[in-house]
């Protein structure tokens, strides 16, 4: 019962990233029909971020957070201007293709900036682990299990309370009907694509204390936020989250009662399943509200 | 190839479509709709924007299902059966967004609408039997044959998506001609075009008439739908509300306010 | 207050518009009428940005509205309704004319805004009872009643609305004319696509008629509504006939 | 013209092949060579699928690797005779590729291509995981090498012209099939499924025969490639290698049968000549993918074609 | 629509130049220098192996220039990268023989693309002097392949061994999913019976992963006294994170896998206390004086280090012992391939950094049990466990 538990909560803490991830590609494909396949590379500079400000350059924690988050953004934003609204011909593959390319380009600058070693940071806090009926919880899991949900609350908030986070929901709804409001949608893009650069880098910056951080983490990490979001629904944000934390724990789960060699494929059977029978995902974005 | 019946002293329904309804979510598109098609005549599908005049040509052409009713096509059940059956039985179409195969030639066009009317299969494609190439040769004179019924030779070998609307418009009805249809269904086929072109159109229509197709035509042209339909129904809000020679439909007060509101 | 000269536009590859002229002047509601597949939504769009496009001109208050984007003209104070309400239906009603002074929002100018929403909420009581309802929840009516209030909310000086009658019972449509006219009343310029010819003409000052990418009848509306050519521009007349004075 | 154009090809192509096979002495070269062979047929059997029936898949490196795994396992652990272990190999492709399409296939967009790309992972994951019968991660050895009587395969040179014979011959197959009836069909599906449809076309069940026969493809090139470098591992057929076909097909240009064979040689000496670069390579790599596909999105045979046609109207 | 008709010739127009543009059909120079091939993986998933491994045998290439090459001819090192990739390392391997007729070979760095480049170089007939650990790639036995890596079955020995002096019977296994980890598990799984040891649970982790306590937990519910975790960076520092964090007191014990000083830095605290076997250049400053590798390995940090100014890794002395070993047998046999493969056959007593090689025709790689000494974390830096 206790190892269950164990298993729960460490899928809890590594589903909580999953979750994190989920919705920086629902929040993209929301706004702009548009799978960012380069998401991963995000988390990636968001942690070897992190790792250069606060693990080198010792600059105080919550300022280098700051920072990075904001890099990464500023990433994004050149990002959509350079690669994405260049492309001549805007076909799903083509579209993919570039984000593939653009993956492959940030993973080899940072491999070019930072090595191909592997680097590790302390935790946000150093307490000791937490006891929940025998089972240990990090700190740093609850630092991730805090973040992730005050942010998916703030962007909850944002996009309920905020004029700005409503004309993207619009744009998101019907494009045409948000530019006769007077709604700049392209600008709204824009935004989103900032925004979903941020949410990557804020799930690399929050797993770097618990994991090694090298230029090539960023490939699994993105394909397996895209499963989740893909079960949550693609394009929800409670689905996202939702999906997330469910991928964590089923894959965690799966280590414990069956075998680890199958975890990776569990992520993807639940996948193919969720495609076949509720492509949807488990809380459809086309019956239920988007946000 | 399908035999065809030379069908002139024969006036037998062709399709008859039974009390059909369709709804979509909370939106009845179409409801408790009935009509008969003579064969050999061509019947006028009229009516306001989200009549369910578009449902309709859907349901007949096995595109959806309907909810409740039947659709008898030479007295047979057809409703339910999958799209790319109905053509089988006879039933072509064309449609309103001109639906063409950009990436092919004009005439390739014309040889896929032939599909039905032939067999060769992945490995005759690969061996090129002589049975094979025979069929092949024949599917490319019964094409360049359907061309020249259209006026459409001369740009046989043109990238379909770069001729005219017009002359597309008319390629479309040549690729429907190519399964050998009993039936066949223009969605406004003359919108776009100009005077011209319907004109055309119309020849062209009558000259298909004179096959011996029967034709559907849905038109917001109502001169060209009035001048070529023996028949014209109209839908108003997925109900039939009115049915009669085009004479009597033109001064139809349903009709009218239909189309132009209520008067008074 | 508007002035269309010799506009040619596409509809995917349609010719949708083939040379169309035509001026509202202020104060006034000109409405536009003709059949299904007339071109008249296609004209709309290319006022409002939607259809970049376009050949000829469209001027508004004596200035080229080419090559402005949507937002960009709704700035400039011309506000469409469109065909089919496009409302934002997981949003609140309020949201969803909030949204609708997104520019105003924008300029900081909240009062505004607030004044505006008022007015709108007076203009309709139904959407104040509802303020807090998703919009997608309304009936037809009160959906074509917000999207006309989210146009309103951006101060527009010329409102184009596309087919405001489509799927409504007979006495809706009645009812949102009249609020029309009221507008107009209160100083505000309309534009009037409307494939329901009669209760579009009973509110509007003049009317064009449309047909086929043309504009084939023009006048005041009280002459164009006993018109016979009206009819046949709907209903069509003798094939040939017709057929043989345009070519 | 005087002469069609795809006629001559046939002359030409086969010409350079052999001028090759008797000029480039070194079999170094002769090895790149087999690899663009080998390359070139995975593109062209996605290319089928992708440029013809319009449906993308990221997961074809599966096939790849069934094909190759499964000639292995037969010649290895069974004794079979390569040449029997191949029909072998085609066929369990064919149905793992049947299997997969009826659920598969019903999905569009960014669903199939999700679809797809899970079903590589998870047949990568079984390469992997099943060690007893494929070697696990550490990969498979002792695939033995092609004979053929008297003729021995194992020679650069004679590899080098028993791929690109069979190369040839899918070229030839794919051309044939996509100037068919069954290929007119495969277009029309790519250009509009629901006028396909209305045309009498069974768009589903044509859209499995594709997938199919790609996966043949694919499994025919992993055959070729198990029994050319006799050793095989998981890695060799990962999701990044599933990318990199989807990557030939589209820099080379969709809906072209030679843009295959194009984008193949590209993407097999693109690497290599970036070792030039060495610690650059990633990002020069990435950088080559961004800006073809902003620049030509049709690809690059397309691509050329249309600058080509541009400055000859310009010089005017 | 005319143009798509030349798109055949517009292909094979780009493809063949591309082709001629991508051959420089310069000729081979004259004979005036011994050519040796080196592919390593110097980028992708295992350049921690083949970066340090290309600058060790760059090294040695100059040092034996230095002091006047082989029998008065200069050698020069060709070397290219394979990214781990066994279908790159084929087609390096295929360069390195065909174009730059090189008279041996040494590398790959991973034991998968040494698979798969071993059939090449045993129908070539060149002498291959693999990087990599795997036993496979030694037994059985292939006439031209050499490895000077340690094979997992003396790191296995050297920890059961120690396991045996400590009492413990029961452990788990937590293994990479890759080759490495793959090759420690079959070893960890064959010898145990041997020692008496129990293997309860065995569990494996990607690569990548971030998290292994759900692994940790179950091994943990089995009841193991002691953990094996076989990988190599950066996984193994995540497992020695997450077993301290669950609070689990067993021994963990790592492979040879993560013997850098990379490991203390990634796990921090928690590698205090982990055991591992390692070759003894971690810990060359700690051997006895009468180590017979001493001297050698003195040596070549001490080279490493002035020459790249960056701290020496445990991995690069597998080439520079396979390159040394090369150049002593290349002596006086004129770059003869088979010459070079019977002296390399009959070697005895070389010394090495990564131990004593003594090679014979049943025995390729030439190590013993004795390459490997147990070493123990402590205070964040290596000590040395006395047998």
């Not at chain 2, 319907?198 to 008439?209: D, P």
């Not at chain 5, 059985?140 to 890596?149: D, L, S, Y």
């Amino acid at each position: 019962m206790q190892e269950i538990l164990q298993y729960v909560v460490s899928g809890l803490t590594i589903g909580a990233i999953y979750a994190v991830i989920a919705v920086g590609f629902s929040m993209l494909f929301n706004s702009t029909e548009l799978i960012n396949f380069a998401q991963g590379e995000f988390v990636m500079l968001g942690a070897m971020g992190l790792v250069t400000l606060w693990g080198v350059f010792h600059i105080p924690l919550v300022l280098a957070l700051l920072l990075t988050v904001a890099g990464v953004s500023v990433i994004g934003f050149l990002f959509e201007r350079l690669a994405i609204r260049t492309v001549r011909n805007p076909h799903p593959i083509v579209l993919i293709i570039i984000t593939v390319g653009a993956s492959i380009f940030f993973r080899g600058l940072s491999m070019l900036i930072w090595g191909k070693d592997a680097y590790s940071l302390p935790p946000f806090t150093d307490t000791p682990p937490l006891d929940v009926f025998g089972a240990k919880l990090l700190s740093q899991s609850i630092w991730i299990l805090c973040i992730s949900l005050v942010l998916v609350a703030g962007l909850y908030f944002f996009y309920k309370k905020t004029l700005t986070g409503k004309a993207m929901q619009a744009c998101a709804i019907n494009k045409k009907a948000a530019c006769l409001t007077g709604i700049p949608a392209e600008r709204m893009v824009l935004l989103a694509f900032i925004l979903s650069a941020a949410m990557g880098a804020v799930a690399g910056v929050i797993i770097s204390p618990i994991t090694m951080c090298s230029y090539d983490m960023g490939t699994m990490l993105g394909l397996k936020g895209f499963c989740a979001a893909m079960l949550g629904g693609l394009g929800s944000l409670w689905g996202s989250l939702i999906g997330g934390f469910l991928l964590g724990v089923l894959e965690s789960l799966g280590v414990g009662l069956f075998t680890s060699g199958v975890k990776d494929a569990i992520a993807f059977i639940i996948l193919l399943l969720i495609l076949y029978f509720r492509p949807g995902g488990i809380i459809s974005a086309k019956s239920v509200r988007r946000f | 190839m399908k035999n065809r019946k030379q069908e002139t002293a024969d006036t037998s329904d062709l399709l008859a479509v039974q009390s059909l309804s369709k709804a979509f979510g909370g939106l009845q598109a179409l409801y408790d709709v009935s009509f008969t098609v003579e064969r050999g005549t061509i019947y006028g599908l009229i009516g306001p924007n989200g009549a369910g005049k578009t449902t309709l040509f859907n349901l007949i052409t096995g595109v959806f299902s309907p909810d409740e009713g039947r659709i008898l096509f030479e007295n047979k059940e057809i409703q339910g059966i999958p799209i790319y059956d109905v053509v089988k039985t006879g039933i072509a179409r064309t449609f309103q967004n001109v639906e063409l195969f950009g990436g092919m030639t004009v005439l390739e066009n014309v040889m896929v609408g032939c599909h039905v009317r032939s067999r060769s299969g992945f490995l005759g494609a690969v061996s090129r039997l002589p049975r094979v190439m025979k069929e092949e040769r024949r599917i490319k004179q019964k094409s360049l044959e359907l061309l020249d019924f259209v006026g459409l030779m001369p740009y046989s070998d043109q990238k379909s998506t770069d001729i005219p609307l017009g002359r597309q418009r008319m390629l479309e009805i040549a690729r429907a001609l190519a399964a050998v249809p009993d039936l066949l269904l223009l969605d406004e086929p003359a919108a776009g075009l100009n005077a011209v072109e319907t004109r055309s159109l119309g020849e062209l229509i009558a000259k298909i008439k004179e096959k011996g197709i029967t034709m559907i035509l849905v038109e917001h042209d109502m001169s060209l739908t009035m001048k070529v339909s023996d028949m014209v129904v109209v839908l108003d809000q997925g109900q039939k509300i009115a049915e009669g020679v085009p004479k009597d439909i033109q001064s139809d007060e349903t009709v009218m306010a239909a189309y132009l509101g209520k008067s008074g | 207050m508007l002035q269309i000269r010799n506009l040619k536009c596409y509809y995917g590859r349609i010719m949708a518009a083939k040379g169309v002229s035509l001026s509202v002047r202020s104060g006034e509601i000109v409405t536009l009428i003709g059949a299904n597949g007339a071109g008249k939504s296609t004209l709309l769009q290319a006022v409002c940005g939607l259809l970049p496009n376009w050949k000829g001109e469209i001027l508004f208050e004596k200035k080229s509205l080419k090559g402005l984007a949507p937002p960009a003209i709704v700035k400039r104070g011309v506000s469409l309704v469109p065909e089919g309400r496009l409302i934002f239906p997981p949003l609140s009603v309020l949201d969803n004319l909030k949204l609708g002074a997104y520019t105003i929002y924008r300029k900081k100018e909240h009062e505004r805004a607030a004044a505006n929403m008022e007015r709108i909420m007076e203009l309709f009581p139904i959407l104040r009872e509802r303020s807090e309802q998703q919009a997608g929840t309304l009936s037809g009516g009160e959906q074509q009643m917000l999207a006309i209030g989210r146009a309103m909310m951006a101060e527009p000086k010329l409102l184009l609305l596309d087919e405001p009658s489509m799927g409504l019972a007979p006495l809706l449509v009645e009812k949102i004319m009249a609020t029309l006219s009221d507008l107009r009343n209160e100083g505000l310029t309309i534009l009037l696509v409307e494939q329901n010819a009669n209760a579009a003409l009973k509110i509007a000052d003049r009317g064009y008629v449309l047909e086929t990418g043309n504009i084939v009848l023009q006048g005041a509306s009280s002459d164009l509504a006993t018109d016979v050519e009206v009819k046949r521009a709907y209903l069509g007349k003798d094939y040939d006939e017709f057929y043989e004075g345009r070519t | 013209m005087a002469i069609a154009p795809h006629r001559i090809i046939y002359l030409i192509f086969p010409s350079i092949i052999i001028l090759a096979g008797l000029f480039v002495q070194n079999s170094y070269y002769l090895q790149v060579l087999t690899f663009i062979g080998i390359n070139t047929l995975l593109a062209l059997g996605l290319n089928l699928l992708m440029g013809y029936a319009g449906q993308i898949s990221l997961g074809h490196a599966a096939f790849y690797g069934i094909g190759a795994y499964t000639t292995a396992v037969l010649t290895v652990h069974y004794g079979l005779s390569p040449w029997a272990a191949l029909p072998c190999a085609l066929a369990v492709s064919a149905l793992v590729a049947l299997i997969v399409g009826f659920p598969t296939l019903k999905l569009t967009g960014y669903y199939l291509g999700m679809g797809t790309l899970g079903f590589g992972m998870i047949v990568h994951i079984v390469f992997r995981e099943w060690s007893d019968l494929t070697g696990g991660a550490s990969g498979f050895i002792g695939i033995p090498p092609l004979d053929l009587g008297p003729i021995s395969f194992s020679s650069g040179r004679n590899y080098f012209y028993l791929v690109w014979a069979i190369v040839m011959m899918c070229l030839v197959v794919s051309n044939r099939l996509i100037n068919s009836r069954v290929g007119r069909a495969l277009r029309s599906i790519h250009d509009s499924e629901i006028a396909a449809g209305a045309m009498g076309i069974n768009t589903m069940s044509l859209k499995i025969r594709v997938f199919v026969l790609s996966a043949v493809f694919s499994a025919l090139a992993g055959f070729l490639y198990a029994h050319f470098v006799m050793f095989i591992s998981p890695g060799s057929f990962d999701f990044l290698v599933s990318i990199r076909i989807v990557t030939m097909v589209v820099i080379g240009g969709m809906a072209s049968i030679w843009g295959a064979l194009f984008g193949a040689t590209l993407l097999t000496l693109l690497p290599e000549w970036l070792h030039a670069f060495s610690e650059f390579e990633m990002v020069v790599y990435g950088l080559i993918l961004m800006v073809v596909m902003i620049l030509l999105p049709q690809g690059l045979t397309r691509g050329v074609l249309d600058i080509y046609e541009k400055s000859k109207t310009r010089n005017r | 629509m005319t143009r798509l008709k030349w798109a055949p010739f517009t292909a094979i127009v780009l493809s063949v130049s591309m082709l001629w543009a991508g051959m420089d059909i310069t000729q081979a120079r004259a004979e005036d220098t011994y050519k040796i091939g080196g592919i390593f993986s110097v980028t992708g998933r295992a350049s921690f192996l083949g970066d340090p491994e290309k600058r060790s045998m760059e090294m040695v290439v100059d040092q034996i220039n230095d002091r006047g090459g082989i029998d008065g001819k200069k050698v020069e090192a060709v070397i290219y990268d394979t990214e781990a990739d066994p279908t790159k390392a084929v087609m390096a391997v295929g360069k390195l023989i065909n174009r730059d007729k090189v008279i041996a070979i040494v590398g790959p760095s991973t034991t998968p693309t040494t698979l798969a480049v071993i059939g090449h170089a045993e129908r070539a007939g060149v002498p291959l002097i693999s990087c990599a650990a795997g036993n496979k790639i030694t037994s059985p036995v292939k006439p031209w392949v050499f490895k000077t890596a340690q094979s997992d079955i003396h790191a296995v020995a050297a920890i059961y061994n120690h396991m045996k002096s400590k009492g413990i019977k029961k452990v788990g296994l937590l293994t990479v999913s890759n080759a490495f980890g793959e090759s420690g598990k079959q070893q960890l799984e064959s010898q145990a019976g041997s020692f008496g040891i129990k293997i309860l649970r065995s569990e494996s982790f990607g690569a990548k992963d971030t998290d292994m306590t759900a692994q940790l937990t179950k091994i943990r519910s089995e009841g193991a006294e002691a953990i094996v975790c076989w990988g190599t960076n950066p996984g193994p520092a995540v497992v020695a994170k997450n077993l301290k964090q669950l609070a689990m007191s067993i021994p963990l014990y790592q492979s040879h896998g993560v013997a850098s000083p990379k490991f203390i830095e990634l796990a921090g605290e928690a590698a205090e206390g982990i055991l591992l076997p390692t070759g003894k250049i971690l810990v060359h400053g700690l051997l006895d004086e009468s180590d017979p590798q001493k001297a050698v390995l003195e040596q070549y940090v001490k080279n490493y280090e002035k020459i790249y100014k960056i701290p020496v890794s445990g991995f690069g002395g597998y080439a520079y012992d396979g390159m040394n070993i090369l150049a002593r047998a290349m002596q006086g046999t004129g770059g003869d391939r088979g010459k070079i493969r019977k002296n390399i056959e009959t070697m005895k007593n070389f010394v090495g950094v990564s131990g004593v090689f003594n090679f014979s025709e049943n025995e390729h790689n030439g190590l013993a049990t004795d390459a490997f000494v147990m070493v123990k974390i402590e205070n964040g830096k290596w000590s040395l466990i006395e047998q």
